[in-house]
């Protein structure tokens, strides 16, 4: 299955549609609103209100389970959206979706996933629920490694290693105690502190994306098709970026330079994936430069992350960086 040229021109058209809001600016983070304007209602179901109103369940894939992927059961009558980053907490281990993906009506799905909870391989609850998403740095390398992987493999499995290194590094620079090595720890940890983003950073009505940015660096970009999409994942995708920027040092507000480059740059790498998984056409991009997994469906770009990588980040994954039973 693979997407015409005429499609992916489509996506083009639709990311060289949007436009830069007027930025919003403290301490050392930069969020410069996406606004779009051919803003549509969701045709899907987020994973958080489905799993909500119980028209949906995350599980692992058997009694035994299986560390880089989990079981989805849709049991509504749309589409289930499962945006790349959202972390989900439960069962042997939490875990956080290795790339966007959407999954059909009345239907079940195994998802590649990566652990953010080294230190814990014991059933806490027999599903799993989501909670906030991972950080900027670790969702672009762990988008990286994925799509290597899956170029190789046809899984799009993770580093595994790296992204543990990753999580740790968010635990260390919070100064918190993580027993099970969990990210979650950090998050708490880091409440006071990004309770100031919040509340500084508050985004116009209508935008239906943001684009981070951090000095003259880009952090990542999150873009969905619907304000009420954004709207609705806000409160918990904006800890993440907040998270990262927390422990950081001042920095200066981003030109809009630096913004409007970063925009321009992205239409012209991406691509369909060629070894999709899940339903509606799978999106991708991976270079030296950049990482980004997307989703596109009837029409529209139902999400697109985007992540700015350092050099040789990309490329396969190191021996003995797949996936397995943690050593605890």
Request: with cysteine; charged share 25%; glycine share 8%.
């Amino acid at each position: 299955r693979q997407a015409g040229e005429g499609a992916l021109e489509g996506v083009r058209d639709s990311l060289r549609g949007i436009e830069l809001g007027t930025p919003l600016f403290h301490h050392n983070l930069t969020i410069f609103p996406l606004m779009s304007k051919n803003g549509h209602a969701p045709d899907y179901l987020l994973l958080a209100e489905a799993i909500k109103k119980k028209k949906a369940e995350v599980r692992e894939v058997s009694e035994a389970g299986s560390v880089p992927e989990l079981l989805v059961e849709n049991r509504a009558p749309l589409p289930l959206l499962i945006p790349e980053g959202e972390i989900l907490i439960g069962a042997k281990q939490d875990r956080t979706v290795n790339i966007t993906i959407l999954i059909a009506a009345s239907t079940e799905h195994v998802i590649p996933v990566s652990c953010v909870e080294q230190g814990r391989w014991a059933q806490r609850s027999r599903t799993l629920a989501a909670s906030r998403f991972a950080t900027p740095a670790l969702r672009g390398r762990k988008i990286s490694s994925s799509q290597a992987h899956r170029r190789t493999t046809g899984q799009a499995f993770s580093d595994q290693g790296q992204v543990w290194r990753d999580v740790a590094d968010s635990i260390g620079a919070a100064g918190a105690h993580s027993e099970t090595g969990s990210i979650t720890d950090a998050f708490e940890k880091a409440k006071a502190r990004t309770k100031k983003y919040r509340e500084k950073l508050v985004l116009p009505k209508g935008a239906t994306g943001v684009l981070v940015t951090s000095g003259e660096e880009i952090v990542g970009m999150d873009l969905f098709d619907s304000h009420k999409t954004l709207r609705t994942i806000w409160p918990r995708l904006s800890e993440s970026y907040f998270l990262e920027a927390a422990f950081g040092e001042k920095q200066k507000k981003t030109v809009k330079a630096v913004a409007a480059d970063f925009m321009k740059a992205i239409p012209e790498i991406i691509q369909f994936a060629e070894k999709p998984s899940g339903f509606g056409e799978e999106l991708e991009f991976s270079d030296d430069a950049y990482a980004g997994s997307g989703l596109w469906y009837n029409g529209r770009l139902c999400h697109l992350s985007a992540f700015r990588v350092e050099p040789g980040s990309t490329g396969p994954s190191v021996p003995g960086s797949t996936p397995t039973q943690p050593d605890i």
